[in-house]
């Protein structure tokens, strides 16, 4: 539950990671590990991912006005922690680290923070954290350097995967300021995840490059600490990325990407101001009596039950005012191109398909077209 410092305090994060949830690693922007003069221009960040990892992929344009000057760079990231063992938090949880510069590998060394002797802010990182550190000479001028690795995301009650990304350390650099961003995320085929609405008091402007539909702000907070709501922001993309553009970039929160785990999930799958048609969903997949929660539909809400799997596949329902019902969620982009033949168990098993078709025909409700 890594996410709750970009919504809350650290500190109330801490108690309630380890109380419900595994936190692994955090990704993080590369920081200078002493004053500098050096200016972050540009950054390009690629999150792609692949299971429970992310790949980041990242491109940096560094200006050095003066001379030729050698820094020692690191990268930080903290140990695991919440439901994990001790040999789990006794190494970082990064791999394929590489960072090259003007086409040249570098070397690196890995250790805790606080072996290393290198003094840095606690609002950086803290002596416990992971720091990967290698040394760049930077020349008068422009210097390019390519960064890549995978890093372990979280889990908990409330997220089935989080990743979490530190973008605040890319003000640690001189200018205080990232002077040109991009950022690029991309989840796979059909995938359905929270994104921050802003990174500091304003939104920001989000774009689906593909295939895909983005919600509008919301206050949704699943985990109860004081603190009220984050406004997120709700991303389905069939096919594509997210993506972020913006100049002179000085983020107050870091990023956080969450899968939510479907009793939350429901709750944003559609604009709060209409009617979720859904809301008591939990109750068919959790319920004591499944059988007897199924009897309490009313026949609308059966049918688009029996309908909702296709629905969430995409299909373009012939019935004109069932296509409606559906375009509410978020989730819900009608292509033609869907065949109603095989689809996947989204959210309605086969058992509980069938229980609302025995009730369907004990009720003589007709069934025979979607």
């Given at each position: 539950m890594r996410k709750l410092m970009l919504l809350l305090c650290i500190a109330s994060l801490q108690e309630a990671r380890a109380n419900d949830g595994v936190f692994y690693a955090t990704g993080n922007t590369l920081i200078p590990l002493k004053e500098t003069s050096i200016r972050l221009k540009k950054e390009i960040l690629n999150l792609e991912r692949k299971g429970d990892w992310m790949q980041v992929?990242?491109?940096?344009?560094?200006?050095?006005?003066?001379?030729?000057?050698?820094?020692?760079?690191?990268?930080?990231?903290?140990?695991?922690?919440?439901?994990?063992?001790?040999?789990?938090?006794?190494?970082?949880?990064?791999?394929?680290?590489?960072?090259?510069?003007?086409?040249?590998?570098?070397?690196?060394?890995?250790?805790?923070?606080?072996?290393?002797?290198?003094?840095?802010?606690?609002?950086?990182?803290?002596?416990?954290?992971?720091?990967?550190?290698?040394?760049?000479?930077?020349?008068?001028?422009?210097?390019?350097?390519?960064?890549?690795?995978?890093?372990?995301?979280?889990?908990?009650?409330?997220?089935?995967?989080?990743?979490?990304?530190?973008?605040?350390?890319?003000?640690?650099?001189?200018?205080?300021?990232?002077?040109?961003?991009?950022?690029?995320?991309?989840?796979?085929?059909?995938?359905?995840?929270?994104?921050?609405a802003g990174f500091g008091p304003t939104t920001v402007n989000w774009t689906v490059i593909g295939i895909g539909r983005l919600s509008t702000p919301v206050n949704f907070n699943p985990y109860g600490e004081i603190g009220g709501g984050a406004k997120l922001r709700m991303a389905y993309l069939r096919k594509g990325k997210l993506q972020m553009r913006t100049t002179n970039f000085k983020p107050q929160k870091d990023l956080s990407l969450i899968v939510f785990q479907l009793h939350n999930e429901v709750n944003l799958w559609c604009d709060k101001r209409v009617k979720n048609d859904f809301a008591g969903i939990m109750e068919l997949v959790w319920g004591d009596s499944v059988e007897l929660e199924v009897t309490k539909l009313s026949d609308l809400e059966l049918r688009l039950y029996r309908n909702l799997n296709y629905a969430r596949m995409g299909y373009d329902f012939k019935e004109e005012a069932l296509k409606i019902l559906f375009s509410k969620y978020n989730w819900y982009i009608p292509d033609p191109a869907v065949k109603p033949e095989v689809v996947p168990d989204y959210y309605v098993t086969k058992e509980l398909q069938q229980l609302i078709l025995v009730e369907e025909k004990r009720r003589k409700i007709k069934t025979d077209t979607l």
């Open positions: 992929d990242i491109y940096f344009e560094f200006f050095n006005p003066g001379p030729e000057k050698e820094l020692t760079v690191g990268f930080v990231t903290p140990p695991a922690e919440g439901d994990v063992g001790e040999e789990d938090a006794r190494h970082p949880y990064i791999k394929d680290f590489m960072v090259m510069v003007n086409d040249k590998l570098l070397p690196y060394r890995v250790a805790q923070l606080k072996e290393t002797g290198f003094k840095v802010d606690l609002k950086v990182a803290s002596g416990y954290d992971f720091v990967y550190y290698f040394k760049i000479k930077f020349l008068k001028g422009l210097t390019v350097i390519r960064h890549s690795y995978l890093y372990r995301g979280g889990a908990s009650v409330e997220a089935k995967v989080d990743f979490d990304y530190r973008l605040t350390t890319g003000t640690t650099w001189a200018n205080s300021a990232i002077e040109d961003f991009e950022l690029n995320i991309n989840f796979g085929d059909d995938s359905y995840f929270a994104v921050p």
